[in-house]
């Protein structure tokens, strides 16, 4: 396993990250601890998750994925060997379990969140503390179109910041990351920290896969330039670049056939693109999900790859794709299909 550094901090993480969203939902206690124990054991010293998870969010649930890797941790006394990430919602007027439907990322509501998720986790400080998503009005989770509407309760970027460096002063968090963010969010966070003394953004955790590539269209260059680098989740598209879809196929236990809420790769023109890469790498002998985060993996402005699997052998197969390397033949095939349907999922 290789390592890299976090940001500009002295933070070391495991270049292949292990994400937990299934916990608590597609994922009982004893299988979490499993994934966790496979994960630790093939070098992984990074476990990301958040304050809403399991996903789908709901109030039953709410909260089960870091109580999971609470009693992993506990279980193992493995915590100092680990970088733990995890996130606090952005506005969520829609997720009334979340602090009454009231959540900003305000002092009050960051405050709470963090004390529930140190409670939760079993641990006195967070590794990487990771902002949802925005606060303001934007572009996130498949819209494709820019409105300028300004929210009369936006939190400023200023105030929030302010209240991360309240908890990184106090130990309680170590590094602050974003996710969900836009190249004109990630700047504001950046030139905010260098011009107030405030804590600087070390990670952007946004979607990018081979049907989702618009990281590259801004935020690439500040995460090289400003050494924030990619987090990237759904790196195969939310199970979709596998192939286990394709011609209305409908697996069982599978996250799309179980939850409705997961559109995002099902427009004719991603699932058109996600046919080709599948092809392309059959073609070439290759497992499509180990060439789709082989592709990922490459990139040289992403830190860590976040995975996520609903068993061990899904596991284990995401694992050994980051050994893979890519020819310049199957690359040459990737452009090829990504100039005829260019980020056709954002």
Known sequence: M?????GRTDIEVSRVCLGTMTFGEQNTEAQAHEQ??????????FIDAAEMYPVPPKPETQGLTERYIGTWLKATGLRDKLVLATKVVGAARDMKHIRGGNARLDRANIRAAVEDSLKRLGTDRIDLYQLHWPDRNTVTFGKTTYAHEIDPDEVAIETTLAALAELVKEGKVRAIGLSNETPWGAMRFLTLAEHLGLPRVASIQNAYNLVNRSFEQGLAEAALREDCGLLPYSPLGGGTLSGKYLGGAKPAGARMTLFSRFT??????????????????????????????AFVHRQPFVTSTIIGATNLTQLKTDLASFELSLSDEVLTGIEAIHRAIPNPCP
């Open 2 to 6: 290789d390592y890299r550094r976090l």
């Open 36 to 45: 966790l124990s496979l994960a630790y054991d093939r070098g992984i010293n």
């Open 264 to 293: 995002r790769y099902d427009k004719p023109e991603g699932v058109e693109a996600i046919g080709r890469y599948v092809a392309l790498a059959r073609e070439h002998g290759l497992d499509p999900s180990q060439m789709a985060l």
